[in-house]
């Protein structure tokens, strides 16, 4: 059954949680809103939280999905934390390019430049 | 008018039927409840399974999967408010060259033209708005008629090129 594998898995680098799609398409609004769920559970845990999203298993998603990762990053900078994209597809990046959200977003090409790109 | 049409489909084709026509074309037409997701998935796939049989290259059938989710998303939620007693109608005509998709709902229709567009700077943090400007930029074709309730879409199968930004 779908529903009985996580569609993100979750780890810890120090203070920064990193979330890695496990799914290759973020486009059922199910999918979407559990995956919206367990982020902002994660961002309610902490006063200011660090979240990283790693896209490296994305190959497709859906504007609903675009809608989830605005209204994540809206909670996030009410709480003054951050967010950072990494390791998004080429095919996928077109898409933020095309939305214009690589301008609202803060995307960096890989994991690690990623985890580095928070400031304390 | 639109009565007439509907009942020019014939009966309710739910597992969808298909024919080629003279030029070779792969035609396919479904009609699937509204809130039917694993029907939804299933005519995406069917669709999406010729696309790549008749040899489209990876950028086509990424544009052609995202616009046709697009699309059917908007028919299902904004178009019949997932009423499980409407219907889409979903038609594609697929040749080497170039895949045709028309897809249908029973709401109420909308203006196109009353859509803001989602990547003005005000717009940017807005949640919603983005499935009709990225099934815009990704197809070469979308056109929508019968009061917004019905729209067509082409996608040409040319060379890799970046979508319209």
């Given at each position: 059954?779908?529903?009985?594998?996580?569609?993100?898995?979750?780890?810890?680098?120090?203070?920064?949680?990193?979330?890695?799609?496990?799914?290759?398409?973020?486009?059922?609004?199910?999918?979407?809103?559990?995956?919206?769920?367990?982020?902002?559970?994660?961002?309610?845990?902490?006063?200011?939280?660090?979240?990283?999203?790693?896209?490296?298993?994305?190959?497709?998603?859906?504007?609903?999905?675009?809608?989830?990762?605005?209204?994540?990053?809206?909670?996030?900078?009410?709480?003054?934390?951050?967010?950072?994209?990494?390791?998004?597809?080429?095919?996928?990046f077109e898409v933020?390019?095309?939305?214009?959200?690589?301008?609202?977003?803060?995307?960096?090409?890989?994991?690690?430049?990623?985890?580095?790109?928070?400031?304390? | 008018?639109?009565?007439?049409?509907?009942?020019?489909?014939?009966?309710?084709?739910?597992?969808?039927?298909s024919r080629p026509?003279?030029?070779?074309?792969?035609?396919?037409?479904?009609?699937?409840?509204?809130?039917?997701?694993?029907?939804?998935?299933?005519?995406?796939?069917?669709?999406?399974?010729?696309v790549h049989r008749?040899?489209?290259?990876?950028?086509?059938?990424?544009?052609?999967?995202?616009?046709?989710?697009?699309?059917?998303?908007?028919?299902?939620?904004?178009?019949?408010?997932?009423?499980?007693?409407?219907?889409?109608?979903?038609?594609?005509?697929?040749?080497?060259?170039?895949?045709?998709?028309?897809?249908?709902?029973?709401?109420?229709?909308?203006?196109?033209?009353?859509?803001?567009?989602?990547?003005?700077?005000?717009?940017?943090?807005?949640?919603?708005?983005?499935?009709?400007?990225?099934?815009?930029?990704?197809?070469?074709?979308?056109?929508?008629?019968?009061?917004?309730?019905?729209?067509?879409?082409?996608?040409?199968?040319?060379?890799?090129?970046?979508?319209?930004?």
């Open positions: 059954m779908a529903e009985s594998i996580p569609p993100v898995s979750v780890t810890s680098q120090k203070d920064i949680r990193v979330v890695e799609f496990t799914n290759n398409k973020i486009l059922d609004e199910g999918n979407i809103s559990n995956i919206e769920g367990t982020l902002v559970t994660l961002i309610g845990e902490v006063a200011k939280p660090k979240l990283l999203l790693d896209f490296a298993n994305v190959e497709h998603l859906s504007s609903a999905a675009l809608g989830m990762l605005i209204k994540v990053n809206n909670i996030i900078r009410q709480k003054d934390g951050q967010l950072r994209l990494a390791n998004i597809k080429p095919q996928i933020f390019v095309i939305t214009k959200l690589n301008k609202l977003l803060k995307i960096l090409p890989t994991r690690s430049e990623a985890l580095s790109s928070f400031s304390q | 008018m639109d009565e007439a049409g509907s009942k020019d489909r014939g009966p309710d084709r739910r597992s969808g039927s026509d003279a030029n070779g074309a792969a035609w396919f037409e479904f009609t699937i409840s509204s809130n039917d997701d694993a029907a939804c998935r299933a005519v995406q796939k069917k669709i999406l399974d010729e008749r040899g489209f290259n990876n950028q086509s059938v990424f544009a052609i999967k995202l616009a046709l989710v697009e699309a059917m998303i908007n028919a299902n939620k904004h178009g019949n408010r997932l009423d499980p007693k409407k219907k889409v109608y979903v038609e594609a005509t697929v040749t080497p060259r170039q895949a045709e998709i028309v897809i249908e709902d029973e709401g109420p229709g909308f203006k196109r033209a009353a859509v803001p567009d989602p990547t003005l700077p005000e717009n940017l943090e807005k949640c919603g708005g983005r499935g009709i400007h990225l099934m815009e930029a990704y197809m070469n074709q979308v056109e929508w008629s019968h009061g917004g309730r019905r729209v067509r879409m082409v996608k040409r199968n040319e060379p890799d090129v970046l979508p319209r930004a």
